[in-house]
């Protein structure tokens, strides 16, 4: 069992940075991919990054490439998503989930999800 927290989330002009942070429960995060979704007003939730238990291997949606950065710290349990050139449709509910099993992009991948915080990016 894995339980998450999101937290890093708030109002942002556009072109500006945030990073969120997801702490984890349990003495196992290490074997547990990690992948952060969002899920805008009026639309279905989306993935946007994930990464391997090792932090080896990462994926990103096209939308976010070269301006998103997920990364983990096993030693404290904690995946992170730096996010930079922030544009007003970035704005979302922000949650990250957890996998035992291998890293993807579908919301059926994960097991284990967060409450969500929230991003507004502001123009």
């Known amino acids: 069992q894995v339980q998450l927290v999101e937290s890093g989330g708030g109002l942002v002009q556009a072109g500006g940075s945030l990073r969120l942070s997801c702490a984890a429960s349990?003495?196992?995060?290490?074997?547990?991919?990690m992948g952060w979704f969002r899920q805008a007003p009026g639309k279905e939730r989306e993935f946007v990054s994930a990464?391997?238990?090792?932090?080896?291997?990462?994926l990103n949606a096209d939308s976010v490439k070269g301006r998103f950065t997920i990364s983990r710290d096993n030693s404290k349990n904690t995946v992170y998503l730096q996010m930079n050139s922030l544009k007003p449709e970035d704005t979302a509910v922000y949650y990250c989930a957890a996998t035992p099993g291998t890293y993807g992009r579908g919301m059926g991948s994960y097991d284990y999800w967060g409450q969500g915080t929230q991003v507004t990016v502001s123009s």
């Open positions: 349990g003495r196992t995060f290490s074997r547990y991919a």
């Open positions: 990464i391997t238990w090792s932090g080896g291997n990462t």
